[in-house]
């Protein structure tokens, strides 16, 4: 990565306006994907969640307010303190937030926060307005890569396929899960459970 960044700025003004911006894009594409893999394969080790000293008692509600705020998204609902990896659920967080955008661009993007009833966890609903996922697709947009068919960006800017597979790996690894909903009059819901440490 560092190479091919040291080729572009070699480039200097002698390459097309055009030319560049698609290359930042590509390269800022693979680095996300590099980040994603390398989260998935720790993920799928258990490492992350065996790292000592790495899980707090965190503020689900604070942390989706923090995260929210650079999407200009609404955080409404109840504290909730649970168990886990700050940069787990930051990632989580902001995967959500970050299709939502995607999807539904300059579209209000709202984040809810509450406890599950009967029991310590805390349930996360991220909405957004955008064409929605049929409901075949609703469970295939967590398998890694799987891009929806139907609910294709308007800008035509694509992630790289990973993101809601992370939010599902997180959400299990801490007894929970993740789920795609129809939102009433248009839109997304993810739901997301967190159950506190993993099991």
Same mark, same amino acid.
């Given at each position: 990565?560092?190479?091919?960044?040291?080729?572009?700025?070699?480039?200097?003004?002698?390459?097309?306006?055009?030319?560049?911006?698609?290359?930042?894009?590509?390269?800022?594409?693979?680095?996300?994907?590099?980040?994603?893999?390398?989260?998935?394969?720790?993920?799928?080790?258990?490492?992350?969640?065996?790292?000592?000293?790495?899980?707090?008692?965190?503020?689900?509600?604070?942390?989706?307010?923090?995260?929210?705020?650079?999407?200009?998204?609404?955080?409404?609902?109840?504290?909730?303190?649970?168990?886990?990896?700050?940069?787990?659920?930051?990632?989580?967080?902001?995967?959500?937030?970050?299709?939502?955008?995607? #999807?539904?661009?300059?579209?209000?993007?709202?984040?809810?926060?509450? &406890?599950?009833?009967?029991?310590?966890?805390?349930?996360?609903?991220?909405?957004?307005?955008?064409?929605?996922?049929?409901?075949?697709?609703?469970?295939?947009?967590?398998?890694?890569?799987?891009?929806?068919?139907?609910?294709? &960006?308007?800008?035509?800017?694509?992630?790289?396929?990973?993101?809601?597979?992370?939010?599902?790996?997180?959400?299990?690894? #801490?007894?929970?899960?993740?789920?795609?909903?129809?939102?009433?009059?248009?839109?997304?819901?993810?739901?997301?459970?967190?159950?506190? &440490?993993?099991?």
């Amino acid at each position: 990565m560092t190479r091919i960044r040291m080729a572009v700025e070699l480039l200097g003004e002698s390459a097309p306006a055009d030319l560049r911006v698609r290359i930042e894009r590509e390269i800022a594409d693979l680095d996300e994907l590099i980040g994603e893999l390398l989260l998935a394969s720790r993920l799928e080790a258990h490492q992350v969640m065996h790292r000592m000293g790495t899980e707090e008692t965190i503020d689900v509600l604070a942390l989706a307010a923090e995260e929210g705020s650079r999407y200009e998204a609404s955080v409404h609902g109840s504290p909730v303190e649970i168990r886990c990896e700050r940069a787990l659920l930051r990632r989580l967080l902001r995967n959500l937030l970050e299709n939502a955008r995607r #999807h539904a661009p300059g579209a209000p993007i709202e984040v809810e926060v509450e &406890p599950i009833e009967g029991s310590p966890g805390a349930r996360i609903r991220v909405m957004d307005r955008g064409a929605g996922i049929a409901e075949e697709e609703r469970e295939r947009v967590f398998e890694p890569f799987y891009q929806s068919r139907q609910a294709r &960006p308007p800008t035509g800017e694509r992630g790289v396929g990973l993101g809601l597979a992370l939010v599902r790996r997180i959400a299990r690894l #801490h007894r929970g899960d993740a789920r795609c909903l129809p939102r009433p009059g248009g839109g997304s819901i993810f739901a997301i459970d967190l159950m506190g &440490p993993p099991s």
